[in-house]
């Protein structure tokens, strides 16, 4: 069903825990969002939920917030098992867990994903902990030596379920979901409903309650959105004459795979920018130093952070005036992305190597003539190259 959309819908009105309402109320929510209204409900009568939302629409707090009003904290087991593609929406979500949970007596909730120490995540496994939100890899790895128990998981979440399986972690997660009871509450959220989501939804969930959230606008008023169209080998040279004649302060650089962050960045520091490359192997502190570094540059055209898809959640980056992705996803999980990198008030331009069409926003072509630094190996320098059409 399409999601309501009615202001007079109070928090108050979604009989949910008297605790977890008064640490919405700390944190200031007022009124719920369109999918919360609409979830909230099916989720606390007992139902399993397919919420199809973009980041944004307060998807966390449509789970989050039944869970906790049901959870038993009197009881140290495993009762919910939130499932993220990455190690940072992991952090967001178990902190925004704690953040609505705040006023719950005894309530645990312990993030647990790759690249971190395992002693800090065994000790809170050991404690105990209600509530565990992680990544497919590190919940696997947790499961084989055994300190991991999710036999008694009552209430199951897959948040960005399109982006774990695109990620190639579709067996990961059908392992996951095979150590979990029969009888559990499953709650599917998505930014699109491709043929593996459906099907992982029929196989998994129960007659579930279908939430649809309608964006009401497809991308920001102050992003402007440009592709180019070019053959796979010369992305680098498209790229790096983009980085010619392009105005902005600072840029990141969107890519699919971790090594191709290091890849890339390498080939364009050869080519006389600095780039820095910030993925889920470079420590938290690391990433963080880099792109204040880069916040700190004076030169324009050397400032080019290389990411993943996703690990654009490390936080605002400030100053980033544009945005460019080597390979397009589908229109509302592009327009998602793009949007996320630049959203401190800042007009910002989000370029595409190829073509996508999204409803209601203007998306010209920009026609690419080879770098000179591609033909010459010169240092970069402004010029003409791009023409927009």
């Known amino acids: 069903m399409d999601s309501p959309n009615d202001d007079t819908v109070t928090f108050a009105d979604l009989q949910i825990h008297p605790s977890v309402l008064q640490a919405l109320n700390d944190v200031g929510y007022e009124s719920p969002s369109a999918i919360q209204a609409a979830t909230i409900p099916a989720l606390m009568s007992g139902s399993d939920v397919v919420g199809l939302a973009q980041t944004g629409t307060g998807k966390t707090a449509a789970f989050a917030v039944p869970i906790l ?22 952090l967001q979500v178990a902190e925004a867990f704690s953040r609505y949970g705040a006023h719950l007596p005894q309530i645990n909730v312990l993030p647990i994903y790759g690249g971190a120490s395992y002693t800090t995540q065994l000790a809170g496994l050991k404690r105990g902990a209600q509530v565990v939100v992680g990544t497919p890899g590190r919940v696997i790895d947790h499961l084989e030596r055994g300190t991991l128990d999710l036999s008694h998981v009552d209430y199951l979440v897959l ?151 996703r690990s654009h959640r490390t936080g605002g980056a400030v100053g980033v005036g544009a945005a460019f992705r080597v390979a397009a996803g589908t229109p509302p999980a592009q327009v998602d992305r793009e949007g996320d990198p630049t959203k401190a008030h800042r007009s910002s331009t989000a370029q595409r190597r190829r073509r996508q069409r999204t409803a209601g926003v203007e998306i010209r072509r920009l026609h690419h003539r080879q770098s000179r630094v591609a033909r010459s190996g010169a240092v970069p320098s402004s010029g003409r190259g791009l023409r927009a059409r």
């Open 159 to 309: 948040d960005e379920a399109d982006e774990m399986l695109t990620m190639g972690f579709a067996e990961e997660v059908e392992r996951i979901l095979a150590e979990t009871p029969e009888y559990k509450q499953v709650a599917l959220f998505s930014a699109t409903m491709p043929p593996a989501i459906r099907k992982l939804s029929n196989k998994y969930l129960h007659d579930p309650t279908e939430v649809k959230v309608d964006a009401k606008t497809a991308t920001a008023d102050n992003i402007s959105q440009r592709y180019i169209q070019v053959a796979g080998p010369r992305k680098m040279d498209a790229l790096t004459r983009v980085l010619e004649v392009e105005q902005f302060e600072a840029m990141i650089v969107f890519v699919r795979t971790k090594q191709a962050t290091e890849e890339v960045a390498e080939k364009l520091r050869a080519r006389g920018f600095s780039a820095a490359a910030i993925n889920g192997d470079i420590p938290q502190a690391v990433r963080g130093a880099d792109i204040a570094c880069a916040q700190l540059r004076h030169s324009a055209r050397q400032r080019v952070l290389r990411a993943p898809d």
């Open 69 to 90: 009003s049901k959870i038993d904290t009197s009881s140290k087991v495993t009762q919910a098992l939130v499932l993220a593609p990455t190690r940072e929406l992991a």
